[in-house]
T-cell receptor, first 114, second 114 residues
Framework: DAMVIQNPRYQVTQFGKPVTLSCSQTLNHNVMYWYQQKSSQAPKLLFHYYDKDFNNEADTPDNFQSRRPNTSFCFLDIRSPGLGDAAMYLC?????????????FGPGTRLTVL | GDSVTQMEGPVTLSEEAFLTINCTYTATGYPSLFWYVQYPGEGLQLLLKATKADDKGSNKGFEATYRKETTSFHLEKGSVQVSDSAVYFCALSDRSGGYNKLIFGAGTRLAVHP
């Protein structure tokens, strides 16, 4: 089945130690998104890629970066994680042309910062 | 800007009770509307969607009707089960700049007891 895959499902890192989360998709969608979701809150969009074009949300900290080496993969890099960055990180994809603007989500990576 | 407001939780029901979770939206354009469900420790799954006024989305016994006149998209189910316990997010998508930005409500936690 076509899907959005996130690895790892659980990631533990130390305060200030860089960490990379990965997302892959078999849907061949143009757009890939990264969301941060803290406990009992709605997902918050960090940034997205429209093909190779990177689009940062205005309030996303510089500590968060992203890479999309090809259509299928997208990475979230946290350069110096702080305790406040502990959260669930969700990857999503969508098709641009046609469709109903639906986004397809991966299962998420839960990040713990010690 | 666009926004989504949904009823605060938690909503606690007995099995087989009727469920309504209210959702209203503010949008300048003609958005698509969605309900996503998030089970504990997992990512978001699309529950149902509607793309234009008077459309009814339905899935797994859940229904919601896109009401443009009241700017609402209330979620209903006639008989809930324990397995429906989850957090439900109402969202709208307005295609801006060629991609599909989702704007979420704060989420409503549903707890169903036997």
């Amino acid at each position: 089945d076509a899907m959005v895959i996130q690895n790892p499902r659980y990631q533990v890192t130390q305060f200030g130690k860089p960490v990379t989360l990965s997302c892959s998709q078999t849907l061949n969608h143009n757009v890939m998104y990264w969301y941060q979701q803290k406990s009992s809150q709605a997902p918050k969009l960090l940034f997205h890629y429209y093909d190779k074009d990177f689009n940062n949300e205005a309030d996303t900290p510089d500590n968060f970066q992203s890479r999309r080496p090809n259509t299928s993969f997208c990475f979230l890099d946290i350069r110096s994680p702080g305790l406040g960055d502990a959260a669930m990180y969700l990857c999503a994809t969508s098709r641009v042309a046609g469709g109903t603007n639906e986004q397809f989500f991966g299962p998420g990576t839960r990040l713990t910062v010690l | 800007g666009d926004s989504v407001t949904q009823m605060e939780g938690p909503v606690t029901l007995s099995e087989e009770a009727f469920l309504t979770i209210n959702c209203t939206y503010t949008a300048t354009g003609y958005p698509s509307l969605f309900w996503y469900v998030q089970y504990p420790g997992e990512g978001l799954q699309l529950l149902l969607k509607a793309t234009k006024a008077d459309d009814k989305g339905s899935n797994k016994g859940f229904e919601a009707t896109y009401r443009k006149e009241t700017t609402s998209f209330h979620l209903e189910k006639g008989s809930v089960q324990v397995s429906d316990s989850a957090v439900y997010f109402c969202a709208l998508s307005d295609r801006s700049g060629g991609y599909n930005k989702l704007i979420f409500g704060a989420g409503t936690r549903l707890a169903v007891h036997p």
